[in-house]
């Protein structure tokens, strides 16, 4: 699990923590999607259109974990998850984002002579990821790497606008 509001604001209980948030990311998906929609309708950089879609996306699977998952499904800690339980294992708003991927291609322990890691354990790839949050990532990436491209046609569609 990943750091959490409570992490930081020890004063806040977990379910607090966890409603403020899935309203948040509602408040900012609404914003996002208000972005996305003016950068479709005036045809602004191509890039642009691309960098929100994919952060949209990825917001918007966010929400619906955190939405519904709790609701639709059962625990799947361990186990396979049944769909439409009569009792989901979280209320609504309160779900797990679920769609995680691990790969761990290779395994082994270092033999006792390596300096420094000799004896302990090693995974390659053991990390766990979101998929949500790679495209989340991928489309802030974008932004970044391709910020003066992107902006300057903003700028320049914004500057004809004027004239």
Do not use: C
């Amino acid at each position: 699990m990943g750091t959490q509001l409570n992490d930081i604001l020890p004063f806040i209980n977990d379910e607090f923590a966890k409603l403020i948030l899935t309203l948040f990311r509602l408040i900012a998906i609404g914003g996002l999607g208000y972005w996305l929609w003016n950068t479709l309708k005036k045809q602004d950089a191509l890039l642009l259109s691309w960098a929100l879609s994919l952060i949209f996306a990825g917001a918007l699977g966010n929400i619906i974990d955190s939405v519904f998952y709790g609701v639709i499904f059962t625990d799947s800690y361990r186990t396979i998850a049944t769909l439409f339980p009569e009792q989901g294992y979280a209320p609504l708003f309160f779900g797990h984002v679920v769609d995680m991927l691990q790969f761990p291609l290779v395994e082994w322990d270092w033999p006792e002579w390596v300096p420094f890691v000799g004896g302990d354990h090693f995974l390659f790839f053991q990390y766990i990821f979101n998929i949500a949050d790679v495209a989340i990532s991928t489309g802030v990436g974008i932004l970044i790497v391709f910020n003066k491209k992107i902006f300057s046609k903003l700028e320049q569609s914004d500057e004809s606008l004027e004239e």
